[in-house]
């Protein structure tokens, strides 16, 4: 594989400053981050920046800029960095044209903001593509509708009692009809797996906060992953320390009388879709489409899904990555053990993908897992956590009640501009071959 397709970047990002030292920090940041910072008229981008740190800001200022973004990039969102101390007028201009940022020093928040919204843009565009594919099958398909609820929101406040939990309150108080405040970290984690909120708001009181363990323990818990958690700040400089200890939506606290009851609204409108996307993802099925046995998508909507995402590629100038995964369990593959063993192992690969991931059947042993949007380094990370997973788990072969493991092995390719699904697939076979055709160190017996 070339260099100049192995350092590809995650995303590139338009970005307007007002002087050059400004674009060059912003640059080296997101260069350190794997993101490619370039000017607006370079082409389409992921995401759109706006440095306004420093400057006047104006409703027709905002309009301006931001139509000139959406000219290059129509489908790219649109954030603005702006001044902690820019007025409530002028925040509520920007957020009619995109997402409103503070920053002040480090830029950690804002690069970890940028990740979290190119991850939702993933999943929305994968469920319009496979949506396509399916319709495009000919075939009887099911799938249930992608549809939010009516349901009034239902918000958490986390955090000790004070200024900013009576200044949440307030906010949250007109916008939902049930909102539950707690004071620990483990009440916190206890009401969100039982009660199902739409949206929570952590008060942290330092660095080493149990709410920031809380916050970690909710990316990993599949029902409540993608809950929006707004951390409030006091100082401008604990941004960067929110985005370090896993947060990804931020907020001052003397923004919170303004603007969390908007950011609010709009976290949980948008969470509510995108679950209800996630839900459509792992259910669609029908005749020809899933593998009845592992649960893995067939051949056949490889072919149809897999072309479809190799020209989105070629349109968006996007990365695809390509996962081989081979499984060999204990028992022989003909035997009923090692089928049961199989498709116990394919079913867990399944979940340990990401929702925007296409995992396909294209052999008795053998999967394909396509990834959108995804370079060589990612695609490696989710190879080595599949292996993790798979070859740490016991299963059980059936009736006979005995144990039995797994043994993995993968190999990744990275799509070259302008190469069909055919060839992707025969690429990362070809990569398993050459992994497996390397001579393992002889070894010896002291003497």
């Known amino acids: 594989m070339d260099s100049e397709t192995a350092t590809a970047p995650r995303a590139r990002i338009a970005c307007i400053s007002r002087d050059e030292k400004s674009l060059e920090a912003l640059t080296v940041n997101f260069k350190t981050a794997g993101y490619e910072i370039a000017s607006p008229g370079s082409g389409a981008a992921d995401l759109c920046l706006v440095d306004l740190r420093g400057q006047s800001v104006s409703a027709k200022k905002a309009r301006s800029l931001a139509a000139v973004l959406r000219h290059r990039s129509a489908e790219a969102s649109i954030f603005f960095l702006i001044d902690p101390a820019l007025a409530q007028r002028g925040r509520a201009a920007l957020r009619r044209f995109g997402e409103v940022i503070p920053a002040a020093g480090g830029c950690e928040h804002l690069i970890e903001r940028c990740r979290q919204m190119i991850r939702l843009r993933n999943i929305a565009e994968e469920a319009g593509e496979r949506m396509k ?3 495009s099958l000919n075939r009887l398909v099911e799938f249930p509708p992608i549809a939010t609820s009516d349901k009034p929101l239902k918000i958490l406040i986390a955090g000790a009692p004070g200024p900013a939990a009576s200044a949440c309150i307030n906010a949250v108080r007109h916008i939902a009809e049930d909102y539950v ?3 620990t970290a483990g009440q916190a984690l206890r009401a969100m797996e039982l009660q199902g909120f739409d949206a929570a708001v952590f008060l942290s009181s330092g660095e080493n906060d149990p709410l920031f363990s809380v916050t970690r323990a909710m990316h990993r818990n599949k029902t409540i992953a993608g809950v929006p958690i707004i951390h409030i700040a ?4 604990e941004l960067p320390v929110l985005a370090k200890r896993g947060a990804n939506e931020f907020m001052l606290r003397q923004h919170v009388s303004d ?3 908007v950011r609010i609204q709009l976290a949980a409108r948008r969470y509510r879709l995108l679950r209800s996307m996630r839900v459509f ?17 067939t051949s056949a909507f490889l072919a149809e899904h897999g072309a479809r995402l190799c020209a989105r590629a070629d349109q968006t100038d996007r990365p695809l990555c390509a996962t081989l995964v081979h499984l060999s369990p204990d028992h022989q593959y003909e035997s009923a053990p090692g089928r049961k063993v199989l498709h116990q192992a394919a079913r867990l690969m399944k979940r340990v993908t990401r929702a925007e991931d296409v995992t396909a059947r294209i ?8 990834s959108p949007a995804t370079i060589q380094s990612d695609a490696r990370a989710l190879a080595l956590r599949i292996d993790g997973v798979l070859s740490n788990t016991v299963f059980r072969g059936g009736n006979d009640q005995m144990l039995y493991s797994i043994k993995v092995s993968t190999a990744i390719c990275m799509r070259r501009q302008g190469e069909a699904i055919e060839e992707v697939v025969a690429n990362a076979i070809k990569a398993r071959r050459n992994a497996q055709s390397a001579t393992p160190p002889r070894r010896r017996s002291p003497q």
Do not use: H
């Open 133 to 135: 594919s399916l319709a």
């Open 181 to 183: 405040c707690v004071l």
């Open 234 to 237: 006091d100082k401008k400089a």
């Open 259 to 261: 603007d969390l009851g």
């Open 281 to 297: 993802l792992q259910a669609c099925n029908g005749e020809g489409v899933r593998d009845n046995a592992s649960g893995a998508f």
């Open 363 to 370: 052999g008795p042993d053998t999967f394909l897992i396509l």
